[in-house]
Structures are given as C-alpha cells and as structure tokens.
C-alpha cells in the first residue's frame, strides 16, 4: 500500500463553476454611476421632497431581490405608490395606489434613480435584466433562468425592445438573449437607446393596466431567442 499516494482534488462546485462579473464591465459601471451620483445628486433630493409632500414618508422603497445568481439584496427606489387601505384596513389594489405624480415618476424613470447605489455596491450593474421577485425564482424555465447568470441591471435589452408592455416570455427570452450576447459595445448601445425610450415615455405598464400583472410561470417552452 502506497502511503503517500494522493487524493484526487475534489470536483469543483456548482458555485465555484459560476461565473462573476468581469473586470471591465464593474469598471465601466462604476466609471459611469460615480459622475452620474454627482450630477443627479440635487434632482434626487427634490424628487424625495416632492414625494415626502405628495405621498408621505418613506420617500424610498425597499425591496429584497434576487442578484446574480439569484442571490438576495435590497433594490432601493423612489417610492411611487401610496400605503391606502380599504375600509377592512387592506391595501389596496396597486391601481388605486398609483397617483398621477407616482405615474409620472416611473413614465420618466425618476423612481430608479436610487438604483444607483446598488450599482456602486456592486449588486447590480447599469445595464442587466431587471432585477425581479424573489418568488418568481421556481417559476422560470432552466433556460429563463439564464437571467442570472449576470448582474440585474438598472436598464437591458428588454427595456428598449418593449419595455414592460411586453409578454412576459417575450420579455424573459431577450433577458437570455443579453447574457449571451453581453459586451462593452452592447452595453453602450443599451443605454444610448434606454434615454430615447425614456423620452418616448413608451411601454411604462402593459396596455390597459396601471402596473405590470405578475408572473405566473411559462406553461409551455417559448423561443428564446431574443433578436428583435
């Protein structure tokens, strides 16, 4: 019997197996949000005292996501809806809590501005698939759940092809799309079209719904491919 015979490295997790973010891309994001932090700075802090004087306080809403890979953080936005209840003290519907000023808010993007600090700590990037809800995690398909397999991002390629007035299988297959997809050039690309969706004021809610109706899970395989 050989005493010094080795043992075969154990075989590297699915964990260790996945991907991170790569240098350049964190590079571009943070040579990116510092200057914007800078500038924005005084528009977020009238946007926070119009909602302190429109809606109340909180003026942020906060919100645990999953991150890459699915793990969790806390996505920060302005808050945009109000906390009115019903006579039985329930919420209620999102619709009825949504005030014009709220509408106005997400129609010009103001209420992802905080988004910005996620992206300087590192849990998302400037441009990604939406961070979404954390019980949306068992419903996707082992192919839509690709999404993850890089940061969530403020802005993606999904936004400027539709928005959420998209389906959501639409939506999820040009999610997978970018990360298979995923540069520098495309990144550029994303946020330079993302203002002129922003400007357009296009696909803010699905048509004929104040808010985007939930995912419910994908019956049958769609095609993801996510070329427009």
Known sequence: MNDHATTAPAPATAEARRPGVPWSKRLFDLCITIPLLVVFAPVMLVVSVAIALALGRPTLFRQVRPGLHGRPFTLVKFRSMTDARDASGRMKPDAERLPAFGQ????TSLDELPQLWNVLRGEMSLVGPRPLMMEYLPRYSAEQSRRHDV????????????????????????????VDHQSLALDVKILALTIWTVFKSEGVNQPGRATVDAFLGTESPDSMEGQP
């Not at 106005?104 to 129609?107: S, T």
């Open 104 to 107: 106005l808010l997400r129609r």
């Open 151 to 178: 940061l969530p991002g403020i802005t993606g390629w999904s936004q400027i092809n539709g928005r959420n007035a998209a389906s959501w299988p639409r939506r999820l297959a040009l999610d997978v799309w970018y």
